[in-house]
């Protein structure tokens, strides 16, 4: 019996591949601690308390439609040009697929009991992978071949996940978004196509997104940003930096302006046809205790939950970094740096808060909004220096000054002393090892190992160059 348990978590485990959530979920079998996902959702709706799942799912899906709706209209259009094709350039066009590369993406796909609105899960058609391979490469091929994106693979299901505070207030959940699991085969196949052209160099991706590319990661984002802050202290006593956060970025993208801008990548006209058919035209419900909302339309947004979705972000944001060229601006998909050097605090914030006006001009002409409340600032030194009245503003409004901030998962202050980062490692290490004593015996030797690598080693290694050398 003990071998036989032993042998499940180790197959839970190999199968989470490095999946920090998959893991804990197979501590929680483990040790007993599993949490209840299917509780009661009281929602409180005209100070009345709802718990009706029905009345529930269809307020969720409300308050996600109206939330970015409340964004987009505060913007006018301003962007309607097409880009001359570059002839002597790679041109995007999308090729049809055959029966092996579908068979190869759908054995790829990750293990998933989660249902999509037709109640099936990436389980279901690896499991039947021989019966469905032809089927699905018509149909893939079909979309290709006449730039349609068919109806019934645009409906998304929609959980709201919990996030901190009051449970019943409808601001504490974000949404969490199912596609038709053959949507993301086809999806792939595109996504796989896009990469390829964008990674051949002819296009005008800029240098500075780090976000989906190849050879591309949030460590070499953080490696170059910390090497050009420790080249500029070695020449200016300070460096600035402003962390901007766009409030629904993904959600509030503009279709119009997006496939404007993808004709610059040289997508032909065929590509930009299925784009087109691919944004257009999507629905989505929420789900509570089974109980699915009625369905809404979606006309602004790159799709949550989806392959592409992360890809034509970064190209819609690709021109941010050339609005400032006299600053150092990096992109890793939303999450934005831009900063400059000086002689002083009071030239470094009048620097930054030049910059963040034309910023800000360029973010509303792309229906994007910056969110000043989280939007922060920080001064870089070799030194500490005291706290000086410079400040950075936009629109009048003042910018948080801050003295640590975690920044693609490495925790930066003012100084550079990664102090702490360190506490929080130690933290998550501890932590971790805790709950590894109390399951180790359940594990056999591999199992235990890969347990460790991945939660761990993994956290200690993540920009280790970076902070290895800090001293508390």
Known sequence: MRKAKANFYVSVIESANGNGKKVWETINKITGRGTNKDSEVVLQIESQLVKDPATVAMEFNNFFKDSVSEISQLFILHENVTYPVNESSPIFTMAEINETEVASIIKGLKNSKAKDVYGIDANFIKAHKDILVCPITRMINMSIRHSIVPTAWKVATITPIFKSGNKNNVNNYRPISILPIISKILEKWVAKQLTTHLDKGHTPLHPMQFGFRAKYSTESAINLFLEKVKHDLDYCPVVGAVFLDLKRAFDTVDHQILLSRLTKFNFSEQAVSWMKSYLSTRTHCVTVSGIKSTFLNCEVGVPQGSILGPILFSLYINDLPNICPHFHTQLYADDAVIFTNAKSNSEVSEKLTSAMCC???????????????????????KRPTARTSSNVFIKGEEL????????????????????????????????????????????????????????????????????SLTSL
């Open 359 to 381: 910023i800000d001009e360029w973010l509303s002409k792309s229906c994007l909004l910056l969110n000043s409340k989280k939007t922060v600032c920080m001064f870089f030194s």
């Open 400 to 467: 948080q000054i801050v003295d640590k901030f975690k920044y693609l998962g490495v925790i930066l202050d003012s100084t550079l002393s990664f102090k702490n980062h360190v506490k929080h490692m130690c933290k998550i290490v501890n932590f971790n090892l805790r709950n590894f004593r109390q399951i180790r015996t359940s594990l056999p030797e591999n199992a235990a190992k890969m347990f460790l690598h991945c939660m761990i080693f993994s956290h200690i290694e993540y920009c280790i160059t970076n902070w």
